[in-house]
Every structure is written in C-alpha cells, then in structure tokens.
T-cell receptor, first 116, second 112 residues
Framework: GAGVSQSPSNKVTEKGKDVELRCDPI?????LYWYRQSLGQGLEFLIY????????KSGLPSDRFSAERTGGSVSTLTIQRTQQEDSAVYLC??????????????FGPGTRLTVT | GESVGLHLPTLSVQEGDNSIINCAYS??????FIWYKQESGKGPQFIID?????DKRQGQRVTVLLNKTVKHLSLQIAATQPGDSAVYFC???????????FGQGTELSVKP
C-alpha cells in the first residue's frame, strides 16, 4: 500500500521567506510526527499529533515553527522568516496507535529544505 | 538532558561477515527501543524493535540485544551484504507511542 508521502521533495528558499511543508500519512494512521535531520545528524523531534488531542509541541525550536493537521490526516509544517540554520531534511512519520501501545513509526522520504 | 548515543560513527566490514552496531542510552525510564536503517536520500526504514521487558529479539538476519543494567543496545547483522550499507540509528521512547529520541547514527560500509 501507499506509504507516507511528503511534498515538495526539495525546497530552496531565501532567508526571511516563509515555507510550508506537507505530509500525507498512511491512510488510517491516527498519529503523525515531524522530525528534523540536519546534515550528518540524527533525527530531532519537532511535534506530534495524536487523534483529536492537543499536539505535543515540545520539540519546536522557536515560535517561527508551527504545524497543523486538518481533518486528522494531512499535516502542514510552516516555518516563518526562515533562517539558514533551518536548512535540513524534514521528515514526517505516522503510525496507528500513538500513545496507546508500542509501534514503529513509518517515515516518509523527507523534504530537503535549503535556505540561502 | 537525556540522550541516546552511539559508540562508533563508522563501521566497515567485509561482505559475509557479521556486523555489530552499538548504542548507549541514558534514560532509564525508556521502555521501547527501535533500530532504523537509512539509505542516502531516503527516510528511515524500520529494522527491529524491542521492549524493555526483553533482552533479546531476533528477526531475519538481525538480532537486537538490550542490556538494561548498563543501558546498552546493540544490533547484530548476520552475513552482512552490500545492500546493508547505510546509516543505522537507534531510538528510544519512555512513553507508549509518542516521540522517539534518536542517536547520532553509525554508517555501515560493506566491502564486496
């Protein structure tokens, strides 16, 4: 079946511009996660949505970062006034159970963001 | 803060040999651990997971060992193949579901 999809695959933007990154989770998955991966580094948690509950925003690095999930499916990560340090690969993941049990997270291919 | 880290950043092995990738974690409350494989330009791919109530779990050509006494996790790959070349990440979570805390990754290179 279809996996997690993300768009765009690559995004180049100028410093100070706003960007929106999109994630389509696997159909039926109620939990959705965003991570950031800087060059040669591990993944850094950003935000987590579970059903209709308030999202866990504890990983967002600044108030320039925000995310929403509409209709319990598609999610958009928005970065306002981008800075060069925002350059990274942004990865989205989803799973069915969220906090109710232990389950792997299924990752999309990521969006590579480059801020010039 | 709490973190998950790896002992070796790179590992080079001959095709057919066994590989062992190590990981140390510091959060004693973590109760679920996962190994992911990431190939260049792709998202992480699940390999194997283990709950804290276990000390060993086997999959196809892979085995994960968990030593809670010393907070150590390892991934063993039997008969390593060129297709196993990738970066391997360990990750932990102290919650059911919820966010994963990732280590820095180990790059595995398999020589033919």
């Amino acid at each position: 079946g279809a996996g997690v999809s993300q768009s765009p695959s690559n995004k180049v933007t100028e410093k100070g511009k706003d960007v929106e990154l999109r994630c389509d989770p696997i159909s039926g998955h109620t939990a959705l996660y965003w991570y950031r991966q800087s060059l040669g580094q591990g993944l850094e948690f950003l935000i987590y949505f579970q059903g209709n509950s308030a999202p866990d925003k504890s990983g967002l690095p600044s108030d320039r970062f925000s995310a929403e999930r509409t209709g319990g499916s598609v999610s958009t990560l928005t970065i306002q006034r981008t800075q060069q340090e925002d350059s990274a690969v942004y990865l989205c993941a989803s799973n069915t159970l969220g906090w109710t049990d232990y389950e792997e997270q299924y990752f999309g291919p990521g969006t590579r963001l480059t801020v010039t | 803060g709490e973190s998950v880290g790896l002992h070796l950043p790179t590992l080079s092995v001959q095709e057919g040999d066994n590989s062992i990738i190590n990981c140390a974690y510091s959060n004693s409350a973590s109760d679920y651990f996962i190994w992911y494989k990431q190939e260049s330009g792709k998202g992480p791919q699940f390999i194997i997971d283990i709950r804290s109530n276990m000390d060993k779990r086997q999959g196809q050509r892979v085995t994960v060992l968990l030593n809670k006494t010393v907070k150590h996790l390892s991934l063993q790959i039997a008969a390593t193949q060129p297709g196993d070349s990738a970066v391997y990440f360990c990750a932990e979570t102290p919650n059911q579901g919820g966010k994963l805390i990732f280590g820095q990754g180990t790059e595995l290179s398999v020589k033919p």
